[in-house]
Structures are given as structure tokens and as C-alpha cells.
């Protein structure tokens, strides 16, 4: 499996940005996807997720801002996110985990894009 981001940027605060990832190899074999964010010195936190039946799940930092989506067969996945603040600048990374019922028990991440939010 292979994710590759892109759609990151520099915006201002209140701007909006559309992060695109796409996926590639034996999606089939793929249970989750998902978008996390790094910063230095912190720990990588999830932003959103999305699961085969639809079940998404959102940091508790969204607040409502950011909507997670993938079209039908998967290979291509989307964070929009609206409202943006200082605070969301942050490398984002692409996320799929393994199907264990297909025996994947990778884990498997993007090269991540880098989103600046200026004040």
C-alpha cells in the first residue's frame, strides 16, 4: 500500500485548505484510513478517521471544522479543512491501517504535507 499527500500550503487564518491523499496497491487489504498531524516536539495526534462503513471520528481539536471523505473504491481521500488556525500548522501525514481480517497487520503512512496557518 502507498499513500502520497498533497494539498498542503501556506493560508491565513479563517482560510481553508483541501488535503488530498492518494492510495494505491492492495486497498482491499485496508481496514482504516486516516489523517494524523506532527508538530516538533509533540507527539503525532490523530485528526480525523474513516472506516469501510463510513464510522469517521475526529480529534477533539476539529471542533467541527474539518470533514474527512473518500470516494467509493478508496484510492482517493480527502481532509477538508475550514477555518483554519495557527495552531493547525502542522505536518499532515496520510494513515491506513491494516485489515487484520485479510491478514495486514501493517500500518501504513504518507510522506506528509506541510500546512502554515499565519495569524
Known amino acids: 500500500v502507498q499513500l502520497v499527500e498533497s494539498g498542503g500550503g501556506l493560508v491565513q487564518a479563517g482560510a481553508s485548505l483541501r488535503l488530498h491523499c492518494l492510495v494505491s496497491?492492495?486497498?482491499?487489504?485496508?481496514?482504516?484510513l486516516g489523517w494524523y498531524r506532527e508538530v516538533p516536539g509533540k507527539a503525532r495526534e490523530l485528526v480525523a478517521s474513516i472506516n469501510p462503513t463510513g464510522w469517521t471520528n475526529y480529534g477533539d481539536f476539529v471542533e467541527g471544522r474539518f470533514t474527512i471523505s473518500t470516494d467509493t473504491a478508496r484510492s482517493n481521500m480527502y481532509l477538508q479543512m475550514n477555518n483554519l488556525k495557527p495552531e493547525d500548522s502542522a505536518v499532515y501525514y496520510c494513515?491506513?491501517?491494516?485489515?487484520?481480517?485479510?491478514?495486514?497487520?501493517?500500518?501504513?503512512w504518507g510522506q506528509g504535507t506541510q500546512v502554515t496557518v499565519s495569524p
Open positions: 496497491g492492495r486497498i482491499s487489504s485496508i481496514w482504516g
Open positions: 494513515n491506513a491501517d491494516g485489515d487484520p481480517r485479510e491478514r495486514n497487520f501493517d500500518v501504513y
